[in-house]
Each structure stands twice: as structure tokens, then as C-alpha cells.
């Protein structure tokens, strides 16, 4: 395997979020070196393994908060990858960071070792409702990064999520002005997901919090689009926008299926037709490192399902001809009539608005996107 695109998973949160399933900082602060060595070595092990030219075009620095690693750290840390990996045409190194973890010290480091990208998760300005999902950041703390950040970096990211308890189409749309109006080149909008036994599933579970009904979800983001357009952010994903010149080409590696290796507690690799996951227990990781992972082998099934999810989630679509080719008796082994099936089903889907058809490719209309999963079931015979 010879990736070109590289994943650094940092598990570590500050403080827990309410709604996600990282590990907390500061109770296992002890096992950071220990975290730290073990990921080093996993990289080291890799290139040993597979002796082909590594030439990176991109990493990815992201996972719970790596602005959280102790700067020698991640400085040895890209020392290892330097010894192990090529350079010379990486056109993009991003970090993820939060709001109040970092300083000008943090900026001018990660700037120094190639960084140009910073992804700074902001979610939503308002105190109250992050202090209520266990984020400690504030307001404040966005309105100071974002003061610095453009002294170090052209190119910065920003992080909001749509669907967090007591969200007003006020509030929201306050946090998009004032998003807009600094000198940001993309913004990621998420919609609230809820992990099985995080403290805010049970809160939902016991009807102690409520969230944003599904109608008001869909009618905030389809006015954020028209919104982002009119700010010179061009949608080419569900959930990504960017200004001309600022797609995410990481990130467009995942959506177009292109081999990537990822290093550290949980992360997943792909090389074409297999997807490796490491273990997601961290004294597991720290004593077996990246042998213990778990092995998906990809079926002609897997691969069509895949191109079709990934492929309708960018504004760019899937090629017609080549859909009805996986699915064809020939590659999928599915008989003639559910090839026939499928061209019916995207007749009908382009009657409701679902989905449109232009230079022999289908994709997501604006109405298609909210219901990107139904159309997806409705899509596939």
C-alpha cells in the first residue's frame, strides 16, 4: 500500500462533550507519553512494513482535540513522520483545534513544521448552550483565535453544528454572520449526532433536554445554504462549504476513495478494497499497537453502496453509467431486472426533486440532501 494521505487520531478532549465519545484529557493525562509512543512506533512499523516511496500529499491531524498534545511532542512527532514519509509535494497539513487551547505559542509552532491549515471547532456561539454539552469554550475564546489565527494561517476552517439543545434560528444565524465576517476560506456544518450511552443521550432518553424538531432542522439548513452562497461559500459536500479555492483535498480523498492510512486509538486505513480499524481500547492500543485492528474486506456490494453514498454526498454527484455498471450482472452479480429497477428508481426520485441528472451524472437537489439517507435506501434495488 502506498497512500498518499495521511490520519493522525488524537483521542483526548479537554473535558468530555456531552454528545461525543472521546476520551477525557485530563483522567488519563498519565498516559499521554505512553500514547505518544506507541503511535510513533506504529508509524515507524508501517513504513518498515511497506518499503514503497511514501510521497504525502496530505495529513490530518484531527480525532478529540491534538491541540491538546504538549507541543515537544508533536514536534517529535513530525520529526517521525519526516524520517518516514516524503514531503516534498504535501500541499495540505491540517490540525484540529478548539477555541481557549490555544495560544500565538501553539500557532507559530504549528506553522513552523508545515502546517497551513487550521480547523477550529467552534459549534455554535453561545455560552450557555456549550457549557449545557460539557464544552468549556467561549465566545470570547472564538473572537480571540480568530484575532490571531490569520497572522499564521491563510487558510482556516471552522467547525458548526446544527441541532444543539435550545438553538434559535436567531442564535444561528447570529453565529453565521459572524462567521462570514472574518477571514474564514471554509466552514464544516454538522448536524447534531447522538451517541449511544454519551451523558446527553440519557438527558434525551429521560426527556430532561429536548432537541430542535426535524422540520426546523431542515428549513435552517436549506436557508444556510442560500445564506453561505450568497458569502462567496460554495457548497461541494452535505456538510462542507469553501470559498473558490479552499475545498478540503483530505477530506475529498475520503469522498472519492482514495487509499489513506491512519495512525493512532480507533483509526481506520483504506487501500481500495479493505478497511483496517485499530483497536478502540487504549490499554489495548498502548500494548499491541497497530496489530490489533479489526479487518473489513470490501464486497463488489460494498464498493457500489460506498461509490453511491460518498459520490451523492458532493455536489459533483455519480457518473449514471458507471452506477448501472456495478450493478450489472457482470460486476455486482445482480440480475438484469434490478439494473432496471435502479433506472426506475432514479426516474421516480427525479419526479419528487430528489435527485437531478446533468451530463450523465446524478446527484443530491437541495431537498435531496436533507433526505440524503432516504434516497439512498429508495436508490438501491
Known sequence: ??????????????????????????????????????????????????KNPHDIKTIFFGGGTPSLYPLELFKNLFKTIHKNFSLKNLVEATIEVNPGDITEKHLATYKSLGINRLSIGVQVL???????????????????????????????????????????????????????????????????????????????????????????LIETYNQTIDYLKQKDFLQYEISNFAKPGFLSLHNKAYWDRKPYQGFGLSAASFDGRKRLVNSNNLIEYLNCGHRAKTVEILTPQNIALEELML??????????????????????????????LFEENVAQLKKENLIEEKNGRISLTTRGRVLENEVIVRLLP
Open 1 to 50: 500500500m502506498n497512500p498518499q494521505h495521511l490520519y493522525i487520531h488524537y483521542p483526548f478532549c479537554k473535558k468530555k462533550c456531552s454528545y461525543c465519545d472521546f476520551i477525557s484529557f485530563p483522567k488519563h493525562e498519565a498516559f499521554v507519553n505512553k500514547y505518544h509512543e506507541a503511535l510513533s512506533n506504529e508509524i515507524k512499523t508501517f513504513a518498515q512494513n511497506n
Open 126 to 216: 453561545d455560552d450557555k448552550i456549550l457549557r449545557s454539552v460539557n464544552r468549556e469554550q467561549t465566545n470570547q475564546d472564538v473572537i480571540q483565535l480568530l484575532e490571531i489565527a490569520p497572522k499564521y494561517f491563510n487558510n482556516i476552517s471552522v467547525d458548526l453544528m446544527l441541532g444543539l439543545p435550545k438553538t434559535t434560528t436567531e442564535l444561528w444565524f447570529k453565529t453565521l454572520d459572524y462567521v462570514a465576517s472574518q477571514p474564514i476560506t471554509h466552514i464544516s456544518i454538522y448536524f447534531l449526532t447522538i451517541y449511544e450511552k454519551t451523558p446527553l443521550y440519557f438527558k434525551i432518553e429521560n426527556k430532561t433536554i429536548s432537541l430542535p424538531e426535524e422540520s426546523w
Open 311 to 340: 459520490g451523492l454526498r458532493q455536489k459533483q454527484g455519480v457518473g449514471l453509467r458507471r452506477m448501472i455498471y456495478l450493478l450489472s450482472e457482470e460486476q455486482f452479480r445482480m440480475p438484469k431486472q434490478s439494473v432496471l
